[in-house]
């Protein structure tokens, strides 16, 4: 049997990369691994930890994922900050799906030693 890795693009499987952040068994250490995190979450349908990862004051108060989208890719673009050493970051990435892609750039703070994310402006 192969092991597959993580939707978010690492080489770990689900379990031992993303898997552990949603089950909330460990929190993730960067924005970066937070963005890779939601970007699985989305990949699996997992509004709950999507919503659990967002900033309180820019959550909204549902989320539905569409279960028509088919996400095919994360790549990473840039990433500023957003290490244990910082208390806010950005994270630029193109996700792909199924006819097209999503080219955002992201912005995470910590609220109580955790990362969320906060929001993000769509890029051309």
Known sequence: ?????????LPETYE????????????????????RSRYCAFVKGDAAYLLRTWH?????ATLEPDPGTRW???????TR???AFHSTGTVEFRASYRG?????R???????GAWVYVD?????
């Open 81 to 83: 900050d957003g290490s």
């Open 56 to 60: 309180p004051r820019t959550r909204p």
């Open 106 to 112: 992201s912005r995470f703070e910590r609220v109580d």
């Open 16 to 35: 031992a990369c993303c898997g552990r952040f949603h089950s909330g068994a460990a929190a993730a250490p960067t924005a970066e691994r937070l963005m």
């Open 1 to 9: 049997m192969t092991r597959r890795s993580c939707p978010c693009g």
């Open 72 to 78: 095919t890719g994360l790549e990473i673009l840039d």
């Open 120 to 124: 993000g402006d769509f890029l051309s």
């Open 100 to 104: 097209g892609s999503l080219h955002e």
